[in-house]
């Protein structure tokens, strides 16, 4: 069965063309001599990418690999001017990264709802020969041609938006955990990897407020260097505000387990290190209160550890205090994004999707021939028009 989040596609877009001025010379019985007429061509229409927080993955686009805008009209006589080419709108959810597909170089980023980014700029219609008339040139005989469209192939990835990420190993308790919190009903079951796909959930607080958790597929040992699902779904956690290490408390080593987590996370992205973090010890329903005390002399240093049971609802409260008080500190503001990734990020990033698009059987790049035009067109020949008065 196909699964329904998308977080990834690739689209070749292409802006319109402008329309060509025209070069006509208006003659007719009452007005022999009317000089040019020739109207402007229409400018090209524009593609632009708006952030649209209905959607929440790109499963929109999978199979729209084409986005053209319509090219400009072409100017008339009677000075007509050219019509305007339709401009086309990219529909993608809140929190998409653009990269150039040839080049792996940052575009741009869609981060909040209604934000409207012009990916490719139409063509500017050309001039008409009724605009090249001057005193000492009456009746020119040229136009300009419209300025040629833009092109580019374009990968979209989607970094999902979170205050709260839920990042553990395979059967931790995250889905649990999330459903217990939230009203999110993720697929929950006794084996590893039950999670195939990223889950949001709105996490109910005191006054109304509320914060997003998101649910990530378990990382195991290795997931930077690909292996399991980790890898594929460790961008979510970039967009997080802050992070909930989750690890079950009837592991030998809780110390060992969190940091290789953090490991992880570290080789992917080592800004994700400079995020906030809380542990959280889950399944304590399964240990009694000396174990638990016990096990506090194990607890790694430098971060805030809460006991939890998700089954049982212990020590659920005191989560939701701890980190909203986290997500409110001053020094835990959100992260703003980078205008541009780093060299080693971008490589990486780019690895993992030649990878992914050679797994769909796609290979290259989708290239569309442009037609190459000068700036002014110079025309030997012209019309007339002859009328009945």
Partial sequence: MESNFVDYVKICCRSGKGGRGS???????????????????????????????????????????????????????????????????????????????????????????????????????????????????????????GEPMQEMTIILELKLLADVGLVGFPNAGKSTLLSSLSSARPKIANYPFTTLEPSLGIVGYHDKQSFVMADIPGIIEGASEGKGLGLRFLRHIERNSLLLFMVPGDTDDIKHEYEVLLNELGKFNPEMLDKHRVLAVTKCDLLDEELIDMLRDTLPDGVQTVFI???????????????????????????????????????????????????????????VETEGQDDIEWLDDFEYEDEEP
Avoid at 73 to 89: A, F, L, P, S, V
Avoid at 126 to 140: C, D, E, I, K, M
């Fill in 23 to 145: 070069m006509h010379l208006k003659h007719v019985k009452y007005n022999p001599n009317g000089g040019p007429d020739g109207g402007d061509g229409g400018d090209g229409g524009s593609v632009f990418l708006r952030g649209n927080h209905n959607y929440w993955t790109l499963l929109h686009l999978k199979y729209q690999r084409h986005v053209f805008a319509q090219h400009g009209g072409n100017g008339g006589r009677d000075k007509c001017h050219g019509t305007k080419g339709k401009d086309e709108y990219i529909d993608v959810p809140c929190g998409t990264v653009v990269y150039d597909a040839e080049t792996g170089k940052f575009v741009c980023d869609v981060s909040y709802d209604g934000q409207v980014v012009c990916l490719l700029k139409g063509g500017r219609g050309g001039l008409g020969n009724f605009q090249f008339r001057s005193a000492t040139n009456q009746a020119p005989r040229f136009a300009q041609p």
């Fill in 309 to 367: 049971s998700s089954v049982t609802g212990q020590g659920l409260e005191d989560l939701k205090n701890v980190l909203w008080a986290e997500l409110n500190s001053e020094s835990n503001k959100l992260q703003t994004i980078m205008a541009e990734d780093t060299l080693v990020h971008r490589d990486k990033d780019m690895t993992r999707f030649a990878k992914e698009l050679a797994e769909e059987g796609e290979d290259g790049i989708i290239e």
